[in-house]
């Protein structure tokens, strides 16, 4: 028998990516060369919040470099188990401000919808990694619930896509929710929160392109990098195609001890975003949140980075340095 041709080689999906995700702590550390710091990882704080790291986000981090700022954001360590008084469940008083299902509204004007629990990548400084977004019904059963919320207030005029991660839904499933949302007069912007351009940007594909060029609003789309390592060429080519679709991409940041506490780091960060077109807007200080302690800048040093920052960058290059305090009407400046 003749064997049958090899079928053209297809590069693997986004979704086959996702699947792909590294999850096993010590195999990251085996493919970062770095066997050795395997007695620090908790396989307690792994069970809580699991470790996920798609590959093409590995590949940038530096081998047998234990200190690599893209690895501290995903590894499981035993600082997360550490108790440290103030850092709690729901540091920022997202089960309070809910108005319905999968929907929350904090401050004026804006809805942010849940639109889905699961992300590319699990951060372990993640606010969300204790919220029990995976049980909200707005990627279970459709979104009627919360598009009929926004329909009933008019107060709203601009929709925000969260999670979760967005674009962990499928493109038909996100067009099925803008459809809904195109019918409400008083919407006038949209806005998409989604780390996927950054840590897979192989979600952003021609369909997903498609759906954004397609929006009937002006799009904001706000990426989430926290270190200039985290771009490289793939990364630009999602944010070029996502500028082309005529979005406006913004990034927010966490400020993290270890992770991007110094003004070199900070300022690097800026000028690669903004090399890939991208505009900082939000420098964030942690939520206080059970587990994330070890990550705290505290205040005084946040600000006199930031200041820093502000004298060393060009004035768009700065983004704004706030924390999140549950029942402030906005984001609050430091
Ligand atoms: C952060 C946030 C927003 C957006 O705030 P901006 O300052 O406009 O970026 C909206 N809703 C909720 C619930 C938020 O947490
Ligand atoms: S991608 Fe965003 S929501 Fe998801 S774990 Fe990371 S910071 Fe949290």
Redesign the pocket.
């Known amino acids: 028998m003749i064997p049958a041709p090899p079928l053209p080689m297809q590069p693997p999906s986004w979704q086959q990516l996702w699947r792909g995700a590294v999850r096993d702590p010590r195999e990251l550390l085996s493919l970062l060369d770095l066997p050795g710091l395997a007695w620090r990882i908790s396989d307690e704080a792994a069970a809580r919040f699991p470790l996920r790291v798609p590959h093409g986000f590995v590949a940038r981090m530096r081998k047998g470099d234990p200190a690599d700022p893209l690895l501290r954001q995903v590894l499981p360590l035993d600082e997360e188990m550490r108790p440290a008084p103030g850092f709690d469940l729901d540091a920022v008083g997202d089960a309070a401000a809910k108005t319905g299902a999968g929907v929350i509204q904090k401050y004026r004007g804006r809805a942010l919808l849940v639109a889905t629990g699961s992300?590319?990548?699990?951060?372990r400084y993640?606010f969300?990694?204790h919220f029990p977004y995976a049980d909200e019904t707005a990627a279970r059963d459709g979104w009627h619930e919360a598009v009929e919320l926004v329909r009933a207030d008019a107060g709203i005029d601009e929709v925000i896509l969260s999670?979760?991660?967005p674009l962990s839904l499928a493109t038909p499933k996100l067009a099925e929710l803008t459809a809904a949302l195109a019918g409400i007069p008083h919407l006038k912007r949209l806005r998409i929160h989604s780390?996927l351009p950054v840590?897979l940007p192989e979600r952003v594909d021609a369909a997903l392109l498609g759906w954004l060029a397609a929006l009937p609003w002006p799009v904001a789309f706000v990426i989430?990098a926290n270190h200039a390592n985290e771009f490289d060429a793939s990364v630009d080519a999602a944010l070029a195609g996502i500028r082309g679709a005529g979005a406006q991409v913004l990034n927010q940041a966490v400020l993290l001890r270890g992770v991007n506490d110094s003004v070199d780091a900070l300022a690097d960060l800026s000028e690669r975003g903004f090399a890939a077109g991208v505009l900082p807007y939000y420098l964030h200080q942690l939520d206080r949140v059970q587990g994330t302690a070890h990550f705290e800048v505290e205040e005084d040093r946040a600000r006199a980075l930031h200041a820093a920052l502000a004298a060393r960058l060009s004035g768009y290059l700065v983004p704004k340095l706030v924390r999140e305090v549950p029942g402030d009407s906005g984001k609050r400046p430091l």
Do not use: I, P, S, T
Not at 119 to 123: K, L, P, T
């Open positions: 992300c590319a990548v699990h951060c993640c969300r990694r999670g979760g991660d780390r840590v989430h």
